[in-house]
């Protein structure tokens, strides 16, 4: 069977773009002689419309958006993914569900099993699971159908307690009973620079373990904190992998199921997957509000120049401004390297500087504050003063003003609300500074972008004399690797003293990540390259007591 | 059968505070010989603990408290709400469970069958559900313990499609064929100023439909944005309530379920409700963080003065402190307003004119603004010169800043973030403005403590000369109005078109509410009093095409 995989990027709400784009990859697949084109999940509203699914006039649209897609289907069968409304008198009110269509017209409609409910997902909350299982019959083969999580029924996602299968029904175990010919799933599987190798292996196991052969379609694209990577793929009952799209671009590719000829994709190593993962992120979500320009604050740090860099490959030179705003304690070779970093990337930049505005805080405050000692108040004042002038840049030219906080700040409230912390998208927040370091060195792997000095000189706030971050943190390298074991491994602070850290740091940080949920709750959007970033997928209670 | 309802106010992960309340209730009710106390749901970890709910020492720690707490019960028995591990091989980890504890030890455990998964709730994320059905027997009764939602498998909760039931089970149908004595449900129902009534609906017509009476135990406190209001109650198998317990405040009362002694509350309306609830959800915030004292600026409007006047009800005058922020397109009355205010709640307050920094960023910022009209960029420098002065002193004092947004300004974007809309807790973001009106009266039904200017002049941020809030919104009736119909009732915009608004401000006010999630996503936690607050109960896509 001749099968189009047509791997697109998809913008919630929009029906009309995502439609257009859908039916040019039906007409592409049908001119190319394919019997069946399959999309990615939930290509009609684009992956994850949220609280929308439970607007009436939504739902509508993505109605009427499948029917005007079903009329291109006259020459060919199409499997797209769309919400439909479960017509059962009880139970949530839509499914997640494929479409099958075909002569002009919605043939069947398969929907999804298991419902994500972790870490970013929360489908449940809309949808209402499928419990029968039927194949889908096409040109005298027997196809099955699922949808994402559909596959993953035996992966041990939280497993602190040991458990090793989170759902009580297996779709493939069901659907092969009934001997299809091959397994379809429509995905929306994002990235994390570890999920690429997990989602193969699932799919490799399941070819094998069931003797199928698989057709999997992802989506590309970010939506807001999300990235979809694409590498959509067939295999082969054997578990092999002769086809694998593109990753982070779209892609379209016509096999043959009986002799399909090899595609297949470069390795790339996890620190250019995430370089990929955050362009494509600043990107779409530029594009996707109808934004073309960044600003952002260049202190002459790591940070900002790594997110700099970035932005430019994201958006293009001419449509990032850097704004320097020096005190009194920026050393200068900080503003040395701002200028440079700016001149390496061709960037419009300005200087304001802050100690006129910070002097007249101080003073009228200074009735106030009388006989008490300079703090971390007047330390806001300096990152708060800044925050304050980019965002009027911001306003004033209809430029998104790029965060460049990072996970390991992020975790510790190292940073200022309404100060550094402010900004329309963290780029870094999900990216530890000891991968900062590594993706600068690949920023600069042709030639010297981020000035050597940003990168080599010890991390500094500037807002005291003399500071280092090294003060009040451990260094970067046992920082983050007491943050990971936190954060992303959910372990105990006993079990990662257990793993050789000393307590009294643990103890120190973990009360430092504890104590900042409050700070967190107000920060940007964090684009999400890991298995646990801050945001909607890790939800704490702002006040409990934690220790 | 004599039983205990202790309705009692919790402290999320506080277990050593939450078991010490516990156990005085149950040595109290075996004092006064009673035969069973019953506390609340999630009673030992607090209501709702979020993703702590993945962490083992978490978990652990709840498991060691039901143990301390099941050591008490040497002469009575008790039920009391905590996660239990699932031990089967797949599914969830927990359940959300009653323990039932006697002779010192757990006697059995009873699962929550129907988890909900909307709204501010998201218990499928970590709970798996019942699906077995026993009773319990003590001294001779036979008890039916459901939990919370296990009450409301007819209540039609998201019915824009015409559903009327969302759940496929009825814990209380499963358990009536078991011939239960008498119906116990251990809540978490939070409190907005229609749920009292419904909850009480519920009750009546589960007591009728199966001739059984039923003990209710809610709880009460605020946890960051959800406030439980108790009334806990019992009712009789005729549907009548004989006992109910206190609103918004611990309490504590002994029932013969044979010859319940008449015991009920006032009837107040739902501005006094909402009064209270705002009152303590600001205590409850103060108090569960560890913090004492409130800063605000004080406008002269009338939402910084109900603010203010809400923070005295919940801190006390002494810790309640303004800040006066002219600039010169204030007023001369609001100056006066504002000391007005002050002076008749007694708190302390300061003035800081912003005018200097104002110059001075506008001085700074002259040679990139230039050839630029005064907009927006200058008005927000304003707020968040405004900001950034009441963060300094919250910062220099260890002061909690109370944002005053009320709900129709959040709706439509009408504020600045990193400005006025700073904030540790938003306490009006859930009363629209037309019921700030009414909660200031409230406030006023006895003395004039809100001035009577600040509640009659037009509504004016106050951010150029003569600016009016009706100079780009309709009148607050108006809007109020759309903006109910779109947010709590979910209707489309045709359809509130239909109920004879014009079709051109409901389309402005839509796209405006639309256009500022990326606003809201960085607004502080705002007190939930409503159906449908904006924050995590609320869950749209940022980066999306909405009309």
Redesign the interface.
């Known amino acids: 069977m001749k099968i189009a995989l047509a791997q697109l990027n998809y913008?919630?709400?929009?029906f009309e773009?995502n439609a257009r784009k859908i039916i040019e990859a039906i007409q592409k697949a049908e001119q190319q002689q394919a019997e069946l084109v399959v999309f990615s999940e939930l290509a009609v509203t684009?992956y994850?419309?949220?609280?929308?699914l439970?607007?009436?006039?939504f739902?509508e649209q993505a109605e009427q958006t499948i029917e005007k897609i079903a009329s291109a289907c006259t020459n060919i069968a199409a499997l797209v993914g769309a919400p439909s409304?479960?017509t059962d008198?009880?139970?949530?009110?839509l499914f997640n569900s494929a479409f099958f269509l075909k002569d002009g017209q919605v043939q069947a409609i398969r929907h999804k099993s298991l419902l994500p409910?972790?870490d970013i997902f929360?489908e449940?909350?809309h949808f209402e699971p499928n419990k029968q299982f039927e194949l889908i019959e096409l040109n005298g083969k027997k196809l099955a159908v699922t949808i994402c999580e559909d596959l993953w029924d035996e992966q041990p996602t939280?497993n602190?307690?040991g458990?090793?299968?989170?759902?009580?029904c297996s779709p493939f175990e069901e659907l092969s009973k009934l001997k299809p010919d091959l397994m379809i799933n429509l995905s929306a599987s994002p990235f994390s620079h570890n999920q690429a190798n997990w989602r193969k292996n699932v799919l490799v196991n399941k070819a094998i373990h069931y003797q199928l052969p698989i057709v999997y379609v992802n989506q590309i694209g970010?939506?807001?904190e999300i990235v979809f990577d694409g590498g959509s793929c067939f295999l082969k009952a054997d578990g092999s992998i002769p086809v694998e799209l593109a990753y982070f671009q779209e892609d379209f590719q016509i096999i043959d199921t009986d002799n399909p000829k090899a595609h297949t994709q470069a390795q790339t190593d996890y620190i250019a997957k995430i370089h990929e993962a955050l362009v494509l992120g600043i990107r779409?979500?530029f594009q996707?509000?109808g934004f073309k320009d960044a600003v952002l604050g260049l202190s002459g740090g790591i940070d900002s120049a790594l997110v700099c860099a970035l932005a430019v490959d994201a958006l293009g030179k001419d449509h990032v401004r850097g704004i320097l705003m020096p005190s009194k304690y920026s050393s200068d070779h900080s503003v040395a390297d701002a200028v440079q970093l700016a001149e390496n990337l061709g960037i419009q930049y300005?200087t304001?500087?802050?100690q006129?505005?910070v002097n007249?805080?101080e003073?009228?405050?200074a009735?106030?504050?009388e006989n008490?000692p300079s703090?971390?108040?007047?330390e806001?004042?300096q990152a708060?003063?800044r925050?304050?002038?980019v965002?009027?840049?911001s306003?004033?030219f209809g430029h998104i003003l790029l965060n460049t906080t990072n996970k390991s700040e992020c975790a510790v409230g190292y940073g200022t609300?309404?100060g550094d912390m402010?900004g329309?998208l963290a780029v870094l927040g999900d990216v530890y500074k000891t991968d900062v370091y590594k993706l600068s060195h690949y920023i600069n792997r042709e030639q010297e972008i981020i000035p050597i000095n940003s990168i080599q000189k010890p991390p500094s706030a500037e807002l005291r004399p003399d500071q280092k971050d090294t003060d009040s943190l451990p260094d970067y390298d046992i920082l983050d690797d007491i943050l990971f074991n936190y954060i992303e491994l959910?372990k105990?602070?006993?079990e990662i003293i257990e793993k050789g850290f000393e307590q009294e740091t643990v103890k120190k940080i973990i009360k430092m990540v504890n104590r900042n949920e409050?700070k967190r709750?107000?920060?940007?959007?964090i684009l999400r390259v890991s298995s646990k970033a801050f945001g909607?997928g890790?939800?704490?209670?702002?006040?409990?007591?934690?220790d």
Chains 1, 2 share one sequence.
């Open positions: 913008h919630i709400g929009n773009d684009g994850y419309p949220h609280d929308l439970e607007r009436k006039e739902i409304i479960n008198s009880d139970g949530k009110q409910t972790y929360d449940y909350r939280h602190v307690f458990k090793n299968k989170l759902y009580t970010a939506q807001t779409d979500y996707k509000s300005d304001v500087p802050i006129n505005m007249e805080f003073k009228q405050l009735p106030l504050f008490t703090g971390v108040a007047e806001n004042i708060r003063t925050g304050t002038l965002m009027a840049v306003n004033k609300l309404y402010n329309g959910n105990s602070p006993q409050y709750f107000q920060a940007p959007p909607f890790r939800k704490m209670p702002l006040v409990a007591k934690y």
